[in-house]
């Protein structure tokens, strides 16, 4: 069925209004199955995961002069069926993806809604994602402290969707796009009491909050793009404002300030092969003042008529401002070989190997973690 009649149909089936200017139904099925060895918790066994599936609907009406509305409705849904995994529960468990209403022109897009910040979009930019959602992502899992998350043993650098985003993001300027966004943290208020608001492998902090974030631009985020040549280029920063509940903890070394984020990658594609590097450096993580965090990863794809083999490699460290300065080593690579029987339908192969070194000073056994996947991915 051709997708703008089918977007009418199931908009119909909701008593929508009868006119769709330019809709359309979208979405991906990715599925796998794997083979897990998890250390940590003694895990070795077999699972059938979702991985970020989702199904949307977007479209645009022409105003005029240039001139289009623009919308798109997403959300995230289990195609195993099962309760593990991306996407927990049955079908509709997973998480309401990119969803937001806006105006666009020749001068740019304007948005609002949950969107990806511009610092999480410029690191797509630099396509050095190889197989995204995949067990050899590259952002799954970056939470550095405690086990590795599961179906990701490798991810280490930082992503975010943002609620409540007010976005802007130019049009092309000679290969050039510039993405900056603004996240009102909504009146967090005083007596609010946070529960988990920092949860590491250390420990977790209770906090209350005594002040209030009620601005426009609490949180923001900025990202600069580049595409041209067989070269592609992002760099991102992103400023979340954590720092209005006040603790203190031995655990953590105590006291909060902005989470930053900084990313810079590239990639070059020459011929058949491509090759890339991408880097991070975090402070105050997830509000944790002098929690500072820095990764690095080298990815690398050759392809090969309707199949390409990947690789990549990820470290990462984290500086613990525990009694006395503790460091928290990951390291992990993957490598993946992938059929395409289409431009919608693949099939692949991936193996993904992480391990953490938690140091002499913590009595934390170290991990070494990997798992072994066969996927399906087919969009529509």
């Not at 979009?121 to 994602?129: I, K, L, Q």
């Not at 900084?262 to 058949?272: C, E, H, L, P, V």
């Not at 929690?291 to 984290?318: I, M, Q, R």
Request: with cysteine; charged share 20%.
């Amino acid at each position: 069925m051709n997708k703008k009649l089918l977007a009418a149909a199931v908009a119909a089936a909701f008593a929508a209004p009868a006119a769709f200017a330019e809709s359309t139904v979208y979405g991906k099925f990715h599925t796998s199955i794997d083979a897990i060895d998890y250390e940590t918790s003694n895990e070795d066994n077999y699972e059938v995961n979702s991985r970020a599936s989702r199904l949307g609907f977007k479209g645009s009406e022409d105003l005029g002069n240039g001139l289009k509305a623009i919308y798109q409705l997403e959300l995230g849904f289990n195609a195993s069926g099962t309760a593990r995994g991306q996407g927990s529960g049955r079908i509709f468990g997973g998480s309401t993806r990119n969803t937001f209403v806006g105006l666009s022109g020749d001068w740019g897009t304007f948005l609002v809604g949950r969107h990806d910040t511009p610092a999480k979009m410029a690191f797509y930019a630099t396509g050095n994602e190889r197989l995204g959602d995949s067990v050899i992502d590259l952002n799954l899992g970056n939470n550095l402290v405690g086990a590795p998350s599961t179906n990701a043993p490798i991810g280490v650098f930082h992503e975010y969707r943002a609620n409540d985003a007010i976005a802007y993001v130019s049009p092309n300027f000679s290969g050039f796009t510039v993405a900056a966004a603004v996240m009102p943290g909504e009146d967090i208020g005083n007596g609010t009491t946070v529960t988990g608001l920092v949860t590491t492998g250390l420990g977790t902090t209770t906090a209350t909050c005594k002040n209030q974030r009620d601005g426009l631009a609490d949180h923001y985020s900025v990202g600069l793009m580049y595409k041209g040549n067989g070269l592609k280029v992002g760099a991102g920063y992103a400023s979340y404002d954590l720092d209005q509940c006040g603790y203190s903890s031995s655990i953590v070394g105590g006291g909060q300030d902005d989470y930053e984020v900084m990313q810079i990658g590239a990639s070059y594609t020459m011929n058949n092969f491509s090759f890339g590097a991408q880097y991070e450096d975090s402070s105050n993580v997830g509000g944790v003042k002098k929690l500072d965090y820095k990764a690095w990863g080298l990815t690398g794809k050759a392809t090969f008529g309707n199949n390409a083999v990947s690789l990549v490699y990820t470290d990462a460290e984290l500086d613990v401002p525990a009694s006395g300065k503790v460091d928290i080593e990951r390291d992990g690579w993957g490598v993946s070989a992938e059929h395409n029987f289409s431009k919608r339908t693949k099939v692949y192969a991936a193996y993904a190997d992480g391990s953490v070194d938690y140091g002499s000073d913590l009595s934390i056994k170290d991990e070494d973690n990997d798992v072994f996947s066969l996927g399906m991915i087919h969009n529509f």
